[in-house]
């Protein structure tokens, strides 16, 4: 997974299209903005579902540090 | 106004109540009172009535029902009771009163006070700044929860959560939420997720509803002073709508419910995926329009260049017109000039040389006949003129002379005619033409005319 941030992403994106909206570029710049704009489009919808849905409970342990535990959800409620 | 305006003006009942009814409402907007509860008593509009009294004084007061929901205890008689209100003058009766906004039982009013305090140092120091708020992301993948893992706050906040985003990892920190050691717990577990290595990216400090003394632990300083050293934005949401504790002033943003912290934290998923095709497809749109634009502009210049077959083809038929007016051109210029040489020509006929040559001819040779026959007669005309003249020249010949004896003297080699005897010199040659011959000589002596003044008389 790319490093790139999904907000920072996205604002590239935004601004990619704003860029495209304003007009006067050249067919090569458009053609480069699109293509940075798919990759960009196409990597927010990854970071979208990049994380799995987790729910887990904190622990202190002795040494201060945390440990993880499973939390049980209720299921009927979702 | 001066007493004696006071003492001069008669003033109508009305007239004297408003200005009381203005003076004093604006001079106590908002006090806080400090009384025991006496003559309490609830009419069926569920409003309370009762007075507020110490040794000396007492004061009417009011709590509307609307007020109530803020209320912890039950009123009675005998209560030390510590109360926020307005003063207010009713003026129907002529009677002043106070109308509750809160009241606490006095304990608790010493906190509240407390909490007044609190909020005005730290709103001072600048905690609460809006500068200070930290920015949370937009689309959080890793959050902690502070809170109660038994209370109902966790479970509306996961609840409403996972329905509007399923990709996204919730780690609990379990706090006690009330009671004495909360706020250190509290203070405690955010300095601990701040120190963690979950890349969080939220804190959610929460607790479900409760009375003003079970909120207390998010109202002490420990809380807002670890809140505000947070690193990672920190969301409350603490109690319902109208609870507002130091920890929600301080916070980066305020939840008014666990639930509401869940909305605020993370737009729906769907509506993200919207947000992303709608930007691609804007982008697709401006594109294609790119393209087609310079598609339009490449066909406007291809039709201005024209189709160089159909230019071709035009020049051909060009060609062919003008060919075919060239040709039509030479035949009719051939015609003109035809028949411009036919007239030519007959002209020159016309001027025939054989003819006039003929013509000519006939007229010489009658001019040459004429010419002839004048010349024949002036001829003879001329032959006997001549004749006699040759007679008569005859007669005049030096030869004539020459056959009576006389000699011409020539110089030699000049043969310059000698008339005088100085023209020669002794010893010259000369020669001598005599009728019959001649002969050539030698000077032997000259003499002068003087010396022979004689001689032609002699001869």
């Known amino acids: ?78 | 106004m001066t007493r004696k305006d006071y003492e001069q003006k008669i003033y109508t009942v009305s007239e004297l109540t408003r200005e009381i009814k203005d003076l004093l409402e604006e001079e106590f907007p908002l006090v806080w009172l400090e009384g025991e509860i006496s003559n309490f008593r609830v009419p069926p509009s569920g409003h309370y009535y009762f007075s507020l009294k110490d040794a000396n004084s007492q004061i009417r007061v009011v709590f509307f029902k609307s007020s109530q929901g803020s209320l912890s205890f039950l009123p009675e008689d005998g209560l030390q009771v510590l109360c926020q209100g307005r003063l207010s003058v009713y003026a129907g009766r002529g009677e002043y009163q106070i109308i509750l906004e809160r009241m606490e039982l006095k304990g608790w009013g010493a906190l509240q006070l407390a909490f007044e305090k609190l909020k005005q140092r730290l709103l001072d120091e600048g905690l609460f700044d809006e500068a200070r708020k930290k920015p949370i992301p937009e689309l959080p993948r890793t959050v902690a929860v502070v809170t109660s893992p038994s209370g109902a706050a966790i479970r509306d906040f996961l609840r409403v959560l996972y329905r509007r985003f399923h990709n996204i990892q919730v780690f609990i920190f379990p706090v006690l939420v009330q009671g004495e050691t909360a706020s250190l717990e509290i203070a405690q577990a955010l300095s601990m997720l701040n120190r963690s290595s979950l890349g969080l990216e939220v804190i959610v400090l929460t607790r479900g509803g409760g009375s003003i003394e079970d909120l207390w632990a998010f109202n002490e300083e420990r809380v807002a002073r670890a809140i505000a050293a947070s690193a990672i934005p920190v969301i409350s949401a603490i109690g319902h709508e109208v609870d507002f504790t130091i920890a929600d002033f301080v916070a980066d943003l305020r939840a008014s419910t666990p639930s509401a912290a869940a909305e605020l934290l993370i737009r729906p998923q769907a509506e993200w995926e919207e947000k992303i095709e709608d930007l691609e497809n804007r982008l697709a749109y401006r594109l294609k329009q790119a393209l087609r634009f310079r598609w339009e502009k490449l066909h406007y210049f291809q039709r201005r260049l024209g189709d160089p077959r159909r230019r071709l083809a035009d020049l051909a038929l060009r060609l062919d017109d003008h060919s075919e007016r060239l040709r039509r051109g030479l035949v009719i210029h051939l015609r003109n000039q035809t028949d411009g040489l036919r007239w030519v020509r007959e002209r020159i006929l016309g001027l025939n040389p054989l003819v006039q040559v003929r013509t000519n001819q006939s007229h010489l040779e009658l001019t040459t006949t004429r010419l002839n026959h004048l010349m024949a007669q002036r001829i003879s005309k001329l032959g006997m003129g001549l004749q006699t003249q040759g007679k008569a020249l005859q007669v005049l010949s030096p030869w004539n002379v020459l056959e009576r004896g006389y000699a011409l003297t020539q110089t030699l080699p000049g043969l310059k005619l000698v008339k005088d005897a100085e023209a020669v010199q002794p010893g010259q040659a000369i020669r001598v033409i005599l009728a019959r011959g001649e002969m050539d000589c030698r000077v032997e002596k000259t003499r002068k005319k003087e010396e022979l003044d004689f001689v032609k008389g002699t001869i």
Do not use: H, W, Y
Request: proline share 3%; charged share 40%; glycine share 6%.
């Open chain 1, 1 to 78: 997974m790319s490093k790139e941030r999904f907000e920072e992403a996205f604002k590239k994106l935004e601004a990619i299209v704003n860029k495209m909206e304003g007009g006067d570029l050249s067919l090569d710049e458009s053609l480069k903005l699109f293509e940075e704009g798919m990759r960009l489009s196409k990597l927010c919808s990854q970071k979208l579902t990049e994380v799995q849905k987790k729910v887990e409970l904190l622990i202190k342990s002795e040494d201060g540090s945390l440990k993880t535990q499973p939390f049980p959800l209720d299921e009927e409620e979702e």
